[in-house]
């Protein structure tokens, strides 16, 4: 059975805040929508994936979760406008056409099971849930809200998505939402076209994100979820004469430097390493040996950063990172702030949770006679799925 599902993210609504619709908003590692976008690309039932987004958005908005089934296609002005514009990009084949609310990025497989063998059996069905609070029909009189009678809650479910239709009664609710009345669902427009819909359980986790305390509830769920992996990194490089010193990329003015194949960033290099093997993921000298000509004068900083797109690659956030750097002379005090500033531009985190403290070594050894210049760092990942 060829099974469509339309993603209507055609919403221009940024009353969340940040200035970008709310379905482009990160969720732990991906957007609401990618996490929307991927429940359907990866449910084995699902042909093919059509998704509406807001007229003017970029394309490549949807690219990195570009799966083959995915189609992208302009939204309207209105929801069921945008579904209009996604219905007639679905291939002939299809059977059954589910719509989803790319606000809902917790839709489970079950779920979406569900609705499409509901909506084969019955032309039209619906997640929806049953209401556990008793449900009060109220009236304004006076400016006040006054229960005008009790509804038994038996017969009321809100209505969630995805919303699953046979091919032909979608077809039907499109035409009918091409006139003038206004449907905030698919499932509207199918009971104004005189198609009885069925229910199918949802799920009550199937939330939508619509304000921002609903967004925080989302984010704090997957954070619920996360496993914390700790990694840890060291780093020593000779100071020579005639060699720049430079510690978490800032140059700071000194008659001897650190001799190295790279800019010898001690710093840089114990912090790659921590985040590196708190992912498990080896460590600065397996992705970047000092034996190959790329490498070379290779500023350090630029290397943290390939190893933080690195780690986010593989489903994990860094939380926080501490860093001792052990030498003689200079005094980094002066250069703390800027060089906490370039490691948590680097690794695209807040600058308060980058921590780099200075050490001497009390004279002793060869860090102590100022001959050498080390680095310890720990770093905190979260693996979020
Ligand atoms: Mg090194």
């Given at each position: 059975m060829?099974?469509?599902?339309?993603?209507?993210?055609?919403?221009?609504?940024?009353?969340?805040?940040?200035?970008?619709?709310?379905?482009?908003?990160?969720?732990?590692?991906?957007?609401?929508?990618?996490?929307?976008?991927e429940a359907f690309t990866g449910h084995d039932r699902i042909t093919e994936v059509i998704l509406a987004l807001p007229a003017g958005s970029p394309i490549e908005t949807a690219a990195g979760t570009a799966a083959a089934k995915l189609r992208v296609v302009m939204?309207?002005?209105?929801?069921?406008?945008?579904?209009?514009?996604?219905?007639?990009?679905?291939?002939?084949?299809?059977?059954?056409?589910?719509v989803h609310d790319a606000a809902r990025p917790f839709v489970s497989a079950a779920v979406i099971s569900r609705t499409i063998d509901a909506a084969a059996a019955h032309g039209a069905a619906i997640?929806?849930?049953?209401?556990?609070?008793?449900?009060?029909?109220?009236?304004?009189?006076?400016g006040h809200r006054v229960i005008a009678g009790t509804i038994p809650r038996e017969s009321i479910y809100l209505a969630q998505t995805p919303q699953g239709f046979r091919r032909e009664v979608l077809a039907k609710a499109v035409a009918v939402g091409r006139g003038e009345a206004v449907a905030t669902d698919e499932a509207t427009l199918a009971e104004l076209a005189g198609h009885p819909v069925h229910i199918v359980e949802g799920d009550i986790e199937n939330v939508k994100i619509t304000t921002s305390a609903d967004l925080d509830r989302a984010r704090q769920r997957l954070a619920e979820g996360?496993?914390?992996?700790?990694?840890?990194?060291?780093?020593?490089?000779?100071?020579?004469?005639?060699?720049?010193?430079?510690?978490?990329?800032?140059?700071?003015?000194?008659?001897?430097?650190?001799?190295?194949?790279?800019?010898?960033?001690?710093?840089?290099h114990a912090v790659t390493d921590a985040v590196l093997g708190a992912a498990c993921l080896g460590d600065i000298g397996r992705h970047f040996p000092d034996s190959d000509p790329r490498w070379k004068g290779a500023s350090s900083i630029d290397l943290l950063r390939q190893a933080a797109t690195m780690v986010r690659a593989g489903g994990f956030e860094i939380v926080n990172l501490d860093v001792v750097v052990i030498l003689e002379r200079p005094k980094i005090a002066p250069y703390l702030s800027k060089i906490r500033e370039g490691l948590a531009t680097a690794l695209s985190v807040p600058i308060d949770r980058v921590s780099v403290k200075g050490k001497t070594n009390e004279g002793v050894d060869a860090v102590g006679r100022g001959e050498a210049i080390a680095a310890h760092a720990v770093a905190l990942l979260a693996s979020v799925s």
């Open positions: 060829h099974v469509a599902a339309i993603i209507a993210a055609g919403g221009s609504g940024t009353r969340l805040g940040a200035g970008v619709p709310k379905q482009f908003l990160q969720l732990g590692q991906q957007t609401i929508l990618q996490r929307s976008i939204g309207g002005a209105r929801r069921q406008d945008s579904v209009a514009n996604a219905f007639a990009a679905v291939s002939p084949d299809a059977e059954i056409v589910l997640a929806a849930v049953a209401v556990t609070d008793t449900v009060k029909q109220v009236t304004m009189e006076a996360a496993t914390a992996r700790a990694g840890t990194g060291y780093d020593l490089h000779r100071l020579v004469e005639g060699r720049p010193l430079i510690i978490g990329g800032v140059d700071i003015p000194f008659e001897r430097g650190a001799m190295g194949h790279s800019d010898a960033d001690v710093a840089c």
